[in-house]
């Protein structure tokens, strides 16, 4: 269960005179989705995001979650009920893993048993192995101590969650399995999250909504992902989203989303002259056979000399080469093809039986042709969904 | 050496040695300053170290009464270092001989006095360590736990303190080594600790001033263990193991 | 007891008080807590004492710097020296210094090499952790750095961890000779002369102002020592403005 939260003219001044961390921020977050606050350092986006907790005091305005302004009750009280995830986790190094992920609802005043239970449930939620909760911090790693910082946040079931740079710290390649984690979660469980982070690219893969922020504490604009890829509103968010906004696009899509081509498939032992005929009809887009096994799964590309013989080899001659899913990220899915130095890629579904192929052209066509535009909208509902 | 047997032996060597020192802490001697009375022997011995651990206990606790909290309070809220660091630098400064002097001669003699001397010298190194313990704390933890919902108070207990228990217990001990070694020379305040078998050599011989020498080094040193044992029990696994 | 002589010496000087009524009485029979017109007078006697104090402090830190600091440097290589030399400066910290002297004076007898030696000794914890913790906290990325340019490890040693762990040495350096400075009174005990003999001399305690004249140059004398050494810090390391002692 989640709750929105809006910014009311929220204005942040550290000493009476001198320019704003956050200037005249009005926004609203919709219950159940994620807003990014993103900007270069020293914009604010961390100063607005302490306002919703308190953390930070409001010199003027007002941050209300859920209808209710945060000045309404103490700052203690309110921040028990709002996850908060830092860049450095701050996980406490005397206490167990365990401890750590329960010192919410200990401070709720939960029985034992069902914060036991429920550290338990998290642990597994975030991708943990439950025996870890014995282990102290310091004998974690950098993306597990991550993920007990996410946890800890969630134990109470906050309505709210607040989060600083949290996969900042981590190494490129955990960070993108954090992210698509978190993504996961995020569709099960649908918090209300205030994420803060300078990677414009992360916003785009995780934002419902982006406030794109510069110094001085104000929002240059607040839209969707692809409203800010498409549409920039001024110059600075043009030059912070980056010269590469098309291929952003791609962040976008899954492979799903657009027509792919076919080949003609070949089974083992089939007559090479069957292929051939396949081969050699009109509408073919691929000019080359693929190789499939009795689940449609596919095994390689076959060449001429493969036709050559009479009947399909087992083996074919060339190797199969990159294969991505419909479920992939369509910028992922080119990424696979470019690294794989092959014009065509197999495209499985879940099960691995072949669905299509793609190919860089299918990919160009689908970024310049009018019908991109209106598709991308419809494909603003998230990768994760 | 002395001759064998229990009983009073008179004490005759202008030397100590070792043997002598330890038949002194055993059985009682006879003195040859005030003619024939008897010194040294367990229960003397017994007392005296009672006095000593009496006089330091009570000095100590005086001590924690008062800096603790102060240091507590400052560190958690950041401010007073001036005041927590300097008197740490000036409490070393204070020579103890001319305290403890100072007030027998102007203040007057006895346990009470005595005390408040001892915490004098106690209070600095509690003060301060206790304040930089607390700042040490990694600032991520401290945000963290106050993000949390944390009220000021229950960071300060059940986060800043646990962590900084390596450090203050580090000035407690330092605390207590200044604390034990002035009370050794306390009988000059008229509080007869062990400290009185070394500073009346004409009383005791030279055999008591080397037994006196010894029984307070090693109470000292079991003070030291003690405290050490309480620290490593008092101090979370989850942390490195400290060095000081 | 020292008590009962105590005692004794008050009740000759009350005599004194009862049969005399000129205002010529020594300032030692009165109850005055500070006769300035005798330490106007009198402070001249101070100057041995205090001469003979610092040559026992100067003396007793830079032997204890120099022990210290080599025990230091050889624990910095082999790692298995660390425990026991903490623990044994340790020890030797713990021990009080009184009893010390005492348990010394058999082999060095009751003269100002016996403090000497017992007030250096007392410094070894001090200076021995400081230069450690000193060493311990130069980023291993410089050490690295250093290496790659192809120092070797004595020349990173001379030329980059110690200057490094500077502060934190002239910090234990500091803490040291403050101590020193008092703990230095204690001399008295063992015949080792300085501002003790001022205060307590051959089992009586001389009269409030002469210990406060005493005590008061000793407390001086480390304030001294501590701002002179807190300047070679900033000196000698410019590129740090403040370490906390």
Not at chain 1, 263 to 274: I, S, Y
Not at chain 1, 286 to 314: N, T
Not at chain 3, 194 to 220: H, K, M, P, V, Y
Request: glycine share 10%; proline share 5%; hydrophobic share 45%.
């Amino acid at each position: 269960m989640a709750e929105s939260v809006r910014y009311e003219g929220a204005t942040k001044r550290y000493g009476k005179s001198g320019p704003p961390a956050v200037d005249e921020l009005t926004l609203e977050v919709p219950a159940g989705e994620i807003c990014v606050l993103v900007g270069p350092s020293g914009c604010g986006k961390t100063t607005a995001m302490r306002l919703v907790n308190r953390t930070v005091e409001l010199t003027a305005g007002d941050v209300l979650i859920g209808g209710r302004s945060v000045r309404e009750r103490e700052p203690a009280r309110l921040r028990r009920e709002i996850g908060y995830v830092i860049q450095q986790v701050g996980l406490f190094p005397h206490r167990t893993i365990a401890e750590n992920v329960a010192a919410v609802p200990q401070l709720l005043g939960w029985e034992k048993e069902r914060a036991r239970e429920r550290t338990a449930e998290l642990l597994e939620l975030v991708g943990l192995d439950p025996e870890l909760g014995e282990r102290y911090p310091a004998q974690l790693s950098g993306g597990q101590q991550q993920r007990v910082g996410v946890a800890r946040a969630l134990a109470a079931d906050p309505p709210v969650m607040l989060m600083d740079e949290p996969f900042g710290a981590i190494d490129p390649i955990n960070r993108e399995r954090l992210q698509n984690e978190f993504l996961r979660l995020q569709a099960e469980i649908g918090k209300t999250v205030l994420f803060v982070t300078h990677d414009i690219d992360e916003a785009i893969k995780i934002g419902d909504r982006i406030a794109v922020m510069r110094e001085g504490g104000r929002v240059e604009q607040y839209a969707t992902p692809a409203e800010l890829l498409m549409a920039p509103a001024t110059e600075f968010v043009e030059d912070f989203v980056g010269a590469d906004r098309a291929l952003k696009r791609l962040a976008l899509m899954r492979v799903s989303d657009i027509d792919l081509w076919e080949a003609p498939l070949a089974h083992v032992g089939q007559a090479t002259a069957e292929v051939r005929a396949k081969l050699a009809a009109p509408e073919v887009e691929v000019p080359y056979p693929l190789l499939v096994d009795g689940e449609r799964r596919p095994l390689g590309w076959l060449s001429d000399r493969d036709l050559g013989e009479e009947l399909v080899p087992g083996e074919p001659d060339a190797p199969l080469g990159p294969v991505v899913e419909l479920d992939d990220v369509m910028r992922d899915a080119l990424a696979d093809l470019l690294q794989g130095e092959s014009q065509y890629a197999a495209v499985v579904d879940g099960g691995g039986r072949i669905a299509g192929v793609l190919s860089i052209e299918i990919i160009s066509e689908f970024l310049s042709s009018p019908g991109a535009k209106t598709d991308e909208q419809s494909a603003v509902e998230r990768p994760h969904d | 050496m002395a001759a064998g047997g229990g009983g009073v032996i008179p004490l005759h060597h202008t030397f100590a040695s070792l043997g002598g020192a330890f038949e002194f802490i055993f059985s009682p001697q006879a003195s040859n300053v005030t003619g024939g009375t008897t010194v040294g022997g367990l229960d003397q011995v017994i007392e005296l170290t009672v006095n000593q651990l009496e006089v330091t206990v009570l000095a100590l606790a005086l001590s924690l009464f008062i800096a603790l909290p102060a240091g507590l309070y400052f560190g958690h809220r950041g401010t007073g270092e001036l005041l927590a660091v300097g008197l740490g630098n000036a409490g070393r400064a204070i020579p103890e001989l001319a305290l403890i002097a100072f007030m027998a001669a102007a203040i007057g003699v006895g346990v009470l006095n005595l005390t408040i001397a001892l915490a004098v010298l106690g209070i600095p190194p509690i003060l301060t360590n206790t304040f930089v313990g607390i700042r040490q704390v990694d600032r991520a933890t401290v945000d963290a736990a106050r993000g949390i919902g944390m009220t000021e108070f229950e960071v300060l207990r059940k986060v800043e303190l646990p962590l900084a228990i390596p450090t203050i217990f580090s000035g407690i001990r330092g605390a207590t080594v200044n604390i034990v070694a002035t009370a050794t020379i306390a009988p000059l305040a008229g509080v007869l600790t062990l400290g009185d078998f070394i500073i009346n050599r004409n009383v005791y011989g030279a055999d008591g001033v080397l037994a006196g020498a010894i029984l307070v080094a090693l109470l000292a040193l079991a003070l030291e263990f003690s405290l050490a044992g309480l620290q490593r029990l008092l101090t979370s696994k989850g942390l490195k193991p400290s060095t000081a | 007891m020292t008590s009962a002589m105590l005692a004794a010496v008050g009740e000759v000087g009350e005599g004194f008080i009862q049969e005399r009524t000129s205002d010529t009485l020594p300032c030692q029979a009165t109850d005055k807590l500070f006769c300035f017109d005798w330490a106007r007078e009198n402070i001249g006697r101070y100057e041995e004492p205090t001469i003979q104090h610092l040559e026992l402090v100067v003396i007793s830190v830079l032997l204890g710097f120099a022990v210290a600091f080599a025990l230091a440097l050889l624990a910095h290589r082999r790692t298995w020296l660390r425990p026991p030399l903490l623990a044994g400066t340790g020890i030797l910290y713990t021990i009080p210094s009184v009893a010390f002297f005492f348990l010394l004076e058999p082999f060095t007898g009751r003269s100002s090499e016996t403090a000497i030696i017992a007030l250096s000794v007392y410094t070894l914890q001090i200076i021995y952790r400081n230069t450690m913790v000193g060493l311990a906290n130069v980023p291993a990325s410089v050490k690295d750095a250093a290496r790659g340019i192809g120092q070797t490890d004595r020349q990173i040693l001379w030329k980059v961890e110690l200057p490094l762990a500077t502060p934190e040495i002239i910090a234990g350096l500091r803490i040291a000779t403050v101590s020193t400075v008092a703990l230095a009174t204690l001399a008295t005990f063992v015949n080792g002369g300085g501002l003790g003999e001022q205060i307590f001399r051959g089992g009586n305690i001389d009269f409030t102002t002469s210990i406060i004249i005493a005590g008061g140059i000793a407390i001086l004398i480390a304030l001294v020592f501590d701002v002179l050494l807190l300047g070679l810090q900033r000196l000698v390391t410019p590129w740090r403005r403040a370490v906390a002692a």
